[in-house]
């Protein structure tokens, strides 16, 4: 089977550091390519794949500003659909814009739906969804607008996090720093539980940051900045929980899926996917409030490491979505 | 011969006040029915034909400003794609991002080159020059990394400026207050040439007009405002003189042509398109600085407004215009 997986544009595929979409159009290339399958992956020509690279933009415009945008976008998409009948599928991880050529060729496309940025877009992926299958990336984050072939969960390279059998005796924040993620009530569970909290994300919301967090910064409630790979790896594995206080309905979660890779159990609001991703009393707590997670804290003793490598190996490695991907492609050809 | 005409859909075609492409895109469709061409206009829902509309955004982006453009702009584009094969050619006022689809249909497209707005965007018009034939609006706007099948000038509909023998004794500018348009030289001209002048159109560069323009109001210099169209025909047949002291390569310049069709001589910069607009010495004066402008007001009376409606009229109409347009789709058929 010939696979062309169309990757965004704004950072290389796989990214260097942020980059969730480039990430994830990665590892699908990659578990598709171990899966037998030949792959072309349509991403910028500094992107890596052992599948086949095909590339028309340099660089991502997020990482060379000099570049137009809306330039690049579709000077790559066209690349892609020029070539359209090369390939038995087209696996777009591009959002909305490629679906406006789906029609024009004679290849069947699969969209895996990573977010939906406004519900504005609605109205493109209503038109398409007769000539498109799309994917979501939980139940939760499905539209009720829209058919859907299949939900597929974002698979990690389980390799790449270590297992930690002995934690530290710290809680960990491990997110953007903006109110969504609910760094302010991740202090507070923190400090009614008389537990250290470290604090790891970008500041995305620089005001927010400034009255509701800063201020309550202390030898105990210590903020590191954003975190690259290996100290990820540190900082997820020796936790004794991660806190995931979100205050929206978060479609997936990476660092909740990363996190249980590492063996820590993870302590969330009940919102969004992370009924999906978390297995109650198992791998993690599903709570309502701060006093919940301050309880589930106290708790935190009773859940086995070893059940959330085991979880999260299972459901949310980068095989089981290779896997899963190819059945939904089998289903479609 | 079947005809689809794709305008942008930031206005309503013809456009309520603002929007040269949009106006330009319903002069040529319009102009094409009148030579019995079918033809169909894709457009905001709003817009009006005397051919067939098709459309599916209900108003310009600009007018309901709730819409995302991406959005509107590529269901738009993608609507005339996925019915491309109704057509004999398709006739594209709408900037790059339609030549992305062009390989994938069966249609042959013209492409009318409004402007560039970066540089950036030639690389998308460079890619698509063998599979869609460019016309240019002047021969100054051309690319020299671009092939073109024609230049086509833009044509207005002449019977919508009233020719006025006698003017008034005022110098008129007519155009953005900007930089680039030279409002600060016009005053200067106006000045040094002891005439009134009349300021029309829209601040784009606030501190600019309070800066240069401002201060220098008068009851001689009189800042007016945008005009609209009945009051523009009246402050464009009334004046002596419409000043048009560029300070930038303008491709066309509408208003340069609409003076001339009302019987007014212009005298312009020696940039850009002037010298394909204006005839030297017949229908107004190409000087290069405000001196030989203040001397070109002071021969002002030797032209004859006959002669520069005449000629405008000549070059600058619908009819004009579509009968050219018709040879180009002739030639490309």
Not at 61 to 70: C, I, L, P, S, V
Not at 171 to 188: Q, W, Y
Not at 195 to 215: N, S
Not at 297 to 320: L, M, P, Y
Request: proline share 5%.
């Amino acid at each position: 089977m010939k696979v062309a997986v169309l990757a965004p544009v704004a950072w290389r595929t796989p990214p260097h550091h942020y980059g969730p979409w480039e990430q994830m159009a990665s590892n699908v290339a990659e578990g598709l390519v171990a899966l037998g399958v030949d792959v072309t992956l349509f991403a910028t020509a500094d992107s890596h794949t052992a599948g086949t690279l095909a590339a028309v933009v340099a660089q991502g415009y997020e990482e060379d500003r000099t570049q137009d945008a809306k330039v690049v976008e579709c000077l790559h998409i066209s690349h892609l659909m020029e070539r359209a009948a090369e390939f038995d599928l087209i696996h777009n991880h591009f959002d909305f814009l490629p679906l406006t050529y789906s029609r024009l060729i004679p290849t069947p496309m699969v969209t895996t739906i990573h977010g939906f940025s406004s519900e504005k877009i609605l109205a493109v992926y209503e038109k398409y969804a007769t000539s498109t299958a799309y994917v979501s990336i939980s139940h939760a984050d499905r539209s009720p607008r829209l058919p859907y072939a299949a939900t597929v969960y974002n698979g990690l390279r389980v390799n790449d996090f270590v297992y930690t059998e002995k934690p530290d005796d710290y809680l960990l924040f491990f997110g953007r720093i903006h109110p969504d993620k609910g760094t302010a009530e991740a202090i507070d569970i923190a400090r009614r539980s008389g537990k250290r909290l470290l604090i790891a994300g970008i500041v995305q919301d620089a005001a927010y940051f400034r009255e509701q967090v800063e201020p309550l910064l202390s030898d105990d409630i210590v903020f590191l900045g954003p975190a690259g790979p290996a100290q990820r790896n540190q900082l997820l594995g020796q936790a004794l929980a991660l806190l995931h206080p979100i205050r929206f309905a978060e479609p997936f979660g990476l660092s909740v899926a990363e996190a249980q890779l590492c063996g820590t159990p993870v302590i969330a609001f009940n919102k969004g996917a992370m009924p999906e991703l978390i297995q109650e009393a198992q791998t993690g707590f599903l709570v309502d409030n701060v006093g919940q997670a301050v309880e589930a804290v106290q708790q935190i003793g009773s859940i086995s490491r070893a059940a959330c490598r085991a979880w999260a190996s299972a459901n949310f490695s980068q095989e089981k979505m290779a896997a899963d991907y190819l059945a939904v492609y089998k289903e479609l050809i």
